[in-house]
């Protein structure tokens, strides 16, 4: 078996489209190779290797050492170096890579191969001892942490002491002789915690580190961030070896990251950064500000650091020229990793840049409208649940800014909360229900968790490219980094800016498009979704099939839903009207009343308030479907729990109160969302139907000589398992249509459809549909009843279910394709079967879940319908499931 493929010098075994096999970066690695860029040369060890190394009890494949063997020779070959020979030294980084990118979770080696032999031979070599002694250290630092598993911050520590003995700021004025005794302190500390010398066979080091790669695929961070973003466990991750080039020469070597666009506004110009006389993440992990590679960037900066494009004019043309290379190879937005090794380019990473919603959107844009992507990929390179980012609040232009800090503009959107300084303490806020924001001096893959239950990120460290910076974008939070008139000391959990002091749990208030620190809270305002996001959502409207709706009741929601462009109403819960506390007395009354009569009176009540909801929602949504839900919770939901409660609506209906408390007694539920609800309460109590039948008969009668334009409401009944149940139903509705017809002397057209929320509903779906005029998935209940558990109940167990890998997916978040979707699938057939034009739809959670949204494709539904915020994701989820 083949586990090793080789790249170097304008020649690779692989290409980009290996990337399962070799991960993204060797995968890219193999590709800028072959098209003739200056890259190290180097081999993948692919990721198959990775997974039969776990399938084997952590031992490596038969035939991977002689492999690794050949490849080092290859490397030999076009270094003219040889690993382990200290007369003509090859060194290597070893670097994880798996198929998808996931930033800062594996860690890489660099400057491996040394030893105290070896370093001895690299400083003879060098024209300054000091780059051999600062690359020893930083290996031994690296390889302590990554391989040996030992705690980054004492190897820290020493370094800050030697820079405060030195009585430098910065670890590039430390000499060699500096670096030389950080060194053996470093190997000193090895020795302490591991109570073993420092490795020094290069053959040893190389097996460890590569078995650290491996180690790292299961390590605790890699597999939170797998979970986060759905990547399974089997996809393995490759190992990279490679040649080592030297940022760290001196003054003319350097390294840096850039973007070919503006991640944050998706601009059409090179955004990037580097650090001369710098090694490996130097630029990331904000040892020291970076410096800007374009001019422009550096004036719009304002910054007094010479740029790339100055410093080193030469290096920079022939950067943008192979930026400018990858970006129309690729034809996409490339993020990049390059190292200057005394004036000479080598490219050590090129990938499809992470980016914002909003860049994401303008890029796209520009590259269909530059000929690079079609109409089609522009629509299809946006990731649907990223619009939400564009969902997101601003600072409103008007209110007044009480600014204390500045830095840079991370990540956009504005972001209210109360100050926390560490993330376990941003999780225990969130529990609570706080909303807090997470200040840090630089965030590190450990705060990940953190991040998340955060509302926004503050660092004073760290670039636009930083850690805090590429996740936040990623998660679509806002971020402010490196806001140097900050400091923060975290062990007194206080934060001092511009002379006053902010402790913990004080309001703060970021702007991720300025970079600006506020004190206290700020009035926000909502985006306009204009520009570049219309253009995509035109473009995406043209091409989906399916329609799109939204679940409202509210006549917020239904203006809300129309504005982010719904097609009509799929799902209103009539139940949401009843809740209100103006009229729960009187739902309370119509349910506890004991007779038909004592119903009817409270229903009397009722019908007016739902008249008026419904004329309102046919108001709003001018014509466009509606579809309205009757009553389904259980009535248990709504029965009184205190005594006053029961006092409150005994007053009203005019009878004892024990007689009341008996009467909701008895009506109490042990499993009441398997109990009386749904149609199973218009059966009961058909006069609640009728109710509601007549309230959206007489508001639709009402709207439509109003406005003039006719109105076909849908009237859909709950929760049915047997035809028979909703033919009962069915029968009083169309009793009320008359009745409401013959009082207003006009014929209103109108629909019966029902939910398929029951597997047996889903079974029966032929013989329903001789009575259903629309059928709508409703997910959320078919998810519950088809695995048999209560989403109330689950999310103890589905945890563990999704950590020991038993499912992938919580089945409420996206649809249970295989189990679930079957009886979406069968329903569907078998209602067509009868009913040739069925109206198809689905009104779950799932409706706006774009993987769901595919299979709803699929399946030839007619349209899905989410909650108001996710229209937009549905739009174009839909558009990409039909292209
Ligand atoms: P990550 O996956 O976290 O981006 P990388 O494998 O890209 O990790 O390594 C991080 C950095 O280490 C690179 O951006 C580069 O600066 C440096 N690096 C990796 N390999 C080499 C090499 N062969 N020579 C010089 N620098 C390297
Ligand atoms: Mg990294
Ligand atoms: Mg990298």
Redesign the pocket.
């Known amino acids: 078996d083949k586990w090793v493929y080789t790249f170097g010098d304008g020649a690779a075994e692989g290409r980009a489209g290996d990337r399962n096999l070799l991960g993204g970066?060797g995968a890219n690695l193999a590709e800028m190779c072959s098209l003739g860029l200056p890259v190290?040369p180097?081999f993948t060890i692919t990721t198959e290797a990775c997974n039969r190394y776990y399938a084997n009890g952590k031992s490596y494949p038969e035939g991977l050492e002689r492999q690794v063997d050949t490849a080092l020779e290859h490397i030999a070959k076009l270094t003219g170096r040889r690993f382990g020979d200290p007369e003509k030294l090859l060194l290597?980084?070893v670097?994880?890579?798996a198929r998808a990118?996931m930033?800062?979770m594996?860690?890489?080696v660099?400057n491996l191969g040394l030893n105290d032999e070896t370093v001895l031979a690299l400083a003879k070599d060098a024209e300054d001892p000091r780059f051999a002694w600062d690359s020893y250290r930083r290996f031994i630092g690296m390889y302590a942490n990554v391989v040996l598993d030992l705690d980054h911050e004492e190897f820290d520590e020493i370094l800050g002491d030697e820079k405060a003995r030195a009585g430098v700021e910065l670890d590039t004025e430390l000499s060699a002789k500096d670096l030389e005794r950080v060194a053996s302190l470093y190997k000193k500390k090895v020795e302490e915690e591991t109570g073993e010398p420092f490795p020094q066979s290069p053959r040893d080091q190389l097996w460890g580190a590569i078995g650290a790669v491996f180690s790292s695929w299961m390590n605790h961070r890699a597999i939170t961030y797998r979970r986060l973003h759905d990547i399974p466990e089997s996809w393995g991750t490759a190992v990279?070896v490679?040649?080592?080039?030297?940022?760290n020469m001196g003054e003319t070597s350097a390294?840096g990251?850039a973007f070919t666009r503006n991640p944050s506004t998706g601009e059409k110009a090179l955004y990037g950064e580097f650090l001369v006389n710098a090694?490996?993440?130097d630029v990331v992990a904000g040892i020291r500000t970076p410096q800007n590679i374009t001019e422009v960037a550096r004036i719009a900066a304002g910054s007094d650091k010479p740029s790339l494009e100055k410093l080193m004019p030469e290096t920079y043309r022939s950067f943008i020229d192979i930026a400018n290379r990858l970006e129309k190879h690729y034809r996409d937005m490339q993020d990049l990793?390059f190292?200057v090794e005394r004036g000479k380019l080598?490219m050590?990473?090129t990938r499809s840049g992470k980016r914002t919603a909003r860049a994401a959107l303008r890029a796209a844009v520009e590259m269909a409208g530059e000929g690079l992507i079609t109409e089609d990929e522009a629509v299809a390179r946006i990731d649907p649940a990223s619009l939400d980012q564009l969902l997101h609040p601003t600072i409103d232009p008007k209110a007044e800014r009480n600014v204390v800090a500045t830095g840079l503009p991370a990540s956009p959107g504005a972001a209210t909360g109360e100050i926390v300084f560490s993330s376990d303490a941003a999780e225990d806020a969130r529990a609570q229900g706080k909303k807090v924001i997470l200040v840090r001096a630089e965030t590190s893959p450990e705060d990940i968790h953190g991040m998340h239950a955060s509302e926004g990120i503050l660092t004073t460290r760290g670039g636009m490219t930083s850690h805090a910076a590429v996740v936040a974008r990623g998660m679509g939070k806002p971020c402010v980094s490196g806001a140097g008139g900050l400091r923060v000391d975290a062990r007194a959990e206080t934060l001092t800016a511009a002379g006053q002091i902010f402790r913990k749990g004080d309001v703060i208030t970021i702007d991720g498009g300025s970079g600006q620190v506020l004190k206290g809270a700020v009035a926000m305002v909502q985006p306009e979704l204009s520009g570049d996001f219309a253009k995509i959502m035109e473009w995406a409207d043209s091409k989906r099939r399916m329609k799109v709706r939204s679940n409202a009741e509210t006549p917020a929601d239904a203006r809300a839903a129309r504005s982010f462009g719904a097609e009509g109403i799929g799902l209103c819960r009539t139940e949401h009207m009843f809740f209100d506390a103006t009229r729960i007395v009187a739902v309370r009354e119509m349910i506890l009343a004991d007779t038909e009569e004592g119903r009817r009176t409270a229903l009397a009540k009722l019908l007016p308030m739902q008249k008026s909801d419904f004329a309102e929602l046919f108001e709003i949504m001018a014509g466009l479907p509606v579809t309205i839900r009757l009553l389904d919770p259980p009535l248990h939901e709504f029965l009184p729990h205190s005594e006053e409660e029961i006092a409150e609506v005994a007053a009203a209906m005019n009878v004892e109160t024990d007689r009341l408390r008996e009467r909701a007694d008895a009506l109490h539920e042990f499993n009441p969302m398997l109990g009386h609800r749904g149609c199973r309460l218009a059966v009961s109590y058909p006069e609640i139907a009728e109710m509601q039948a007549r309230a959206i008969f007489e508001a639709a009668t009402e709207a439509a000589q109003a406005s003039g334009k006719p109105i076909v409401p849908e009237i859909m009944v709950p929760l049915v398992g047997l035809k028979s149940e909703l033919d009962f139903v069915k029968a009083r509705i169309d009793a009320v249509a008359r009745e409401v017809a013959a009082e207003t002397g006009t014929r209103l057209d109108y629909l019966v459809g029902t939910m398929i929320e029951l597997p047996r509903a889903a079974l029966q779906a032929g013989s329903i549909a001789h009575s259903a005029e629309f059928f709508s998935f409703g997910t959320n209940d078919l998810t519950q009843t088809t695995f048999g558990i209560s989403r109330d109940d689950a999310s103890s167990f589905l945890d563990v279910y999704r950590r020991k890998g038993i499912v992938e997916q919580d089945p409420f978040v996206s649809l249970d394709q295989e189990g679930v979707g079957e009886l979406v699938q069968i329903a569907a057939e078998r209602g067509r079967k009868t009913r040739k034009a069925i109206k198809l739809g689905i009104c779950g959670e799932h409706g706006g879940d774009p993987a769901s949204i595919h299979f709803c494709e699929e399946v030839g539904l007619d349209y899905v319908s989410c909650s108001p915020f996710r229209v937009p994701i549905a739009r174009l989820a839909a558009a990409q499931a039909a292209i």
């Open positions: 970066k190290p180097g290597v980084s670097r994880s890579g990118s930033p800062g594996m860690d890489t660099l990279n490679q040649a080592m080039v030297f940022g390294t990251v090694q490996g993440e990793e190292t080598w050590l990473q």
